[in-house]
C-alpha cells in the first residue's frame, strides 16, 4: 500500500488546530503506525497528524534515529502539551512540509513535555537541544503553527515567493505533458 502523502506549504489543512485524541482506537493506532513509516522513509526526525491530513493531536519522533545506525525506537505521543519553558536557543529547522527551505528559529533550549501513549500511559519528559526544538516544532503542528511562521516577515515573504514561482513552474510543467499527449 501507498504510503500518505505529506501536506506541503501552502495547504490549507496545515493552519488548522488540531482536536484532542478522546480514544485511542484501531484507526488511531493505524494512523501512527503509517506516520511512522513516512517519517523514517522521508526521512524526518518528527511528523505530527496534520502534515499527513489528519487534525487530531498526534505526533512521532524519533531523533536518535539516523539512516547509516538504522536503529529505530519512535516516540508516539497523544495530546502533547509544553508544561515548562526554560531559556533560549537559535537552530536552524526544515520541515517536510516545507519544501526546500531552511531557517535559523529562536525557540526555548529546554522544555518538559506530557502526553500519553498509545496504551494510555502518562508520558513527561525533560528535552534539551535538537529534542526540545523538535517537540516545540511538532506541537506548533498540532496548532497550525508551521516554523516559517516563527521568522521574520522579510525571509517568510522571500520563501513564499520562491515557492509560488515553484508550483508555478510545475503547473506548466504538467500543463505542457498534458498537451504532448
Ligand atoms: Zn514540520
Known sequence: MALRPVLQFPDARLKEKSLPVEEVTDELRQLAADMIEVMYD????????????????????????TE???????????????????????????????????????????????GTDLDGNEIVEDAE?????CFQHEIDHL?????????????RGMYVKKRKKALRLEEEEDGEAARAL
Open 42 to 65: 522521508e526521512p524526518g526526525i518528527g511528523l505530527a497528524a496534520p502534515q499527513v491530513g489528519e487534525a487530531v493531536r498526534l505526533i512521532v519522533m524519533d531523533t536518535e534515529w
Open 68 to 114: 547509516e545506525d538504522g536503529e529505530k525506537n519512535p516516540l508516539v505521543l497523544l495530546n502533547p502539551e509544553i508544561l515548562e519553558r526554560a531559556g533560549t536557543a537559535t537552530s536552524q529547522e526544515g520541515c517536510l512540509s516545507v519544501p526546500d527551505f531552511t531557517a535559523d528559529v529562536e525557540r526555548a533550549e529546554r522544555v518538559r513535555v506530557r
Open 129 to 133: 537541544g535538537l529534542r526540545s526544538f
Open 143 to 155: 496548532d497550525g503553527i508551521l516554523f516559517i511562521d516563527r521568522i521574520s516577515r522579510l525571509k
